[in-house]
């Protein structure tokens, strides 16, 4: 189920469209929700740069890259497949949500694209993605 896991996390990214600008939405948050919200910000720079070994250390939580590795799987790998696999990284975080050491963003893909939510943990002082897919 391992395959599954990972397709799920990073595949809902994979949507096709056409690049818009560079709209940021980190200004319409403060405090822990922007910190949020940056993550999926970086998590949007990294694929439009195709730094796969950036999402595993800077983005995923430690308790997903660990699963990934318990599973004789490369993160930045597996990380790699999924980026290769998008078109778009366009990605309009909407609504973030903060419950003690857990959040989730809603995040809007492309200007009228799905959303999804993305689920996080604060893992130390830094807010890191659980799954990029709650649905999946």
Request: aromatic content about 2%; overall charge negative; proline content about 2%.
């Amino acid at each position: 189920a391992m395959k599954r896991l990972l397709l799920a996390l990073a595949l809902p990214l994979a949507v096709a469209g056409c690049g818009g600008e560079q709209d940021t939405s980190l200004d319409k948050f403060e405090g822990e929700q922007r910190a949020v919200a940056q993550k999926v910000e970086d998590l949007q720079e990294a694929g439009e740069g195709r730094k796969p070994e950036d999402i595993c250390s800077d983005i995923l939580s430690r308790t997903v890259v660990d699963q990934l590795e318990a599973a004789n799987t490369d993160c930045a790998e597996e990380m790699k497949k999924a980026i290769e696999d998008v078109d778009d990284y366009d990605l309009e975080t909407r609504k973030v949500t903060v419950q003690g050491d857990q959040a989730t963003a809603e995040v809007q893909q492309g200007d009228d694209g799905p959303t999804t939510t993305m689920q996080f943990v604060r893992e130390g002082d830094q807010w890191r993605a659980v799954s990029l897919n709650a649905s999946g």
